[in-house]
């Protein structure tokens, strides 16, 4: 892979996460172990153990600032249209028309920059303690009982709650940040009946903004993008998004109406268990329809 290629990786990578983190998609989960446990007098316990990959804070976010060094564009034989190198004054008109957008690449930047900074819950992503000050906001809320920095917008995490489901949850809610993509959903219905909803665990559906022009889904097509980065030259500059691999786990004694998953339920000690697997090639969110009535 040449550095052009990887050059133009890279960018195609910067706009698809910038775009994904505008669009609200900026949470993920890598390796994970999930479970919901629904008991009765609509008691439940949800943990999640694993990995939660931020965008914001991965070297995505710092990509416009590497991309600021100028890179000539190839030169080509105009008969064979082969690639040949560039004269010096071909080299010398790139480089003036690079240097006349400097202005608007700033305020892109700039702007940008609010952007991402709005979406992190006002953490600057570009400052050095970014990480720590997400760690800290996560440490101070109830249930974040694990929270280590892995480096590049991945922290390792452990969450518990347990409680009275007398209203809707969701999974994750941080202070200040926008109420976006969640990986788990708890919406109660009339009659004592409770649907479960876990869109953050699939990687690919047709509701992702920018799964027609990456061809799969949106995290997913990153990923690939930054494994073909590592193949050449310029792989530094991608970025390491985890592969999300996990499992969800449903534990219930209500009567469960409905679920996708691939073997229906099962019986535990505890009531019956969905389970379901979740990888890059999961297409559809976990869903479970459960009457708590008792």
Sequence with gaps: MNIQRSSRLAATAMLAGLSLLLS????TPGKFTSELVLTENDRFT??????????????LAQMSEA???????????DTTFEERKCS?????????????GAATRAAEAAQQAEQMAAMMGGIDPTDPEATAELARLLQRQEGWERVEDKGDGVFDVRYSVSGELSHDFMFPVIEDFPLANPFVQIILRDGDVVRVNAPGFAAQNETNPLAPMMGMGGMAGLAGLAALGEQGEGAEQMPQIPAIEGTFTIVTNGTIRANNTD???????SGDVLRWDVSARTTDAPTALIDMTR
Excluded: K
């Excluded at 609200?24 to 949470?27: L, S, Y």
């Excluded at 949800?46 to 070297?59: H, K, P, Q, R």
């Excluded at 010096?88 to 240097?99: K, M, T, V």
């Design 24 to 27: 609200g998609c900026f949470m």
């Design 46 to 59: 949800f943990t999640y153990d694993g990995e939660i990959f931020f965008l914001g804070l991965s070297s």
């Design 67 to 77: 991309s600021e060094e100028f890179e000539a564009e190839p030169c080509y034989v």
């Design 88 to 100: 010096a004054n071909e080299l010398s008109a790139q480089r003036a028309e690079w240097e006349s």
């Design 263 to 269: 073997e229906g339920s099962t019986p535990g000690p």
